[in-house]
């Protein structure tokens, strides 16, 4: 998240959810529970081997 922070920051409110290590984590065991309950998906977009999107 910290490497794009501030152009992501201009499209959703994402890094003010996870200003750290500890609420990333959190975020992401929330969106794993809902997904296990078919309620919600996240996906990824990699580009050798980096995440570059959402």
């Known amino acids: 998240m910290d490497r ?3 152009f ?3 499209y959703n409110g994402l890094p003010d959810v996870v200003p750290d ?3 990333a984590r959190a975020f992401l065991q929330a969106c794993a529970e809902k997904e296990a309950a078919d309620a ?3 996906r990824g977009i990699r ?3 980096t ?3 959402r």
Request: proline fraction near 0%; charged fraction near 20%.
């Open 21 to 23: 290590a500890v609420s």
């Open 47 to 49: 580009y050798g081997g």
């Open 51 to 53: 995440l570059v999107g």
């Open 4 to 6: 794009g922070r501030k």
């Open 8 to 10: 992501i920051g201009r």
């Open 40 to 42: 919600v998906r996240i």
